[in-house]
């Protein structure tokens, strides 16, 4: 059965940095399309990044320059690194795995078979 552990959340000033960890069991996620989303109250869930087989990576227009998302294999994690945080960063993040090698398509969440229970960040001004 596979699971997804998100870590790392927490509440930082604007212009602080946080690092997601999501733990990957029960799935070979090297051979997978993982994803990082977030949802902030009253909003839709919106795709933050991700990273292929490959390790290529694919990002948001909100957060181009300012994440960072990669992967441990020898430690089957995904991370997220967040740094110029800013408050309307502020959502529960999930991080989500997909069967396929590339991230085609990698901000639909449909795509996604797997899904963690979320850590929430919160940046205050």
């Known amino acids: 059965q596979v699971q997804l552990v998100e870590s790392g959340g927490g509440s930082v000033q604007a212009g602080g940095s946080l690092r997601l960890s999501c733990a990957v069991s029960g799935y070979m996620y090297i051979s997978a399309c993982m994803g990082w989303f977030r949802q902030a109250p009253g909003k839709e869930r919106e795709g933050v990044a991700a990273?292929?087989?490959?390790?290529?990576?694919s990002y948001g227009d909100s957060v181009k320059g300012r994440f960072i998302i990669s992967k441990d294999m020898a430690k089957n994690t995904l991370y997220l690194q967040m740094n110029s945080l800013k408050p309307e960063d502020t959502a529960m993040y999930y991080c989500?795995?997909?069967?396929?090698?590339?991230?085609?398509?990698?901000?639909?969440?449909?795509?996604?078979?797997?899904w963690g229970q979320g850590t929430q960040v919160t940046v205050s001004s």
């Open positions: 990273i292929d087989t490959d390790g290529n990576t």
């Open positions: 989500a795995a997909d069967r396929s090698r590339t991230c085609m398509g990698w901000a639909h969440e449909e795509k996604y078979s797997y």
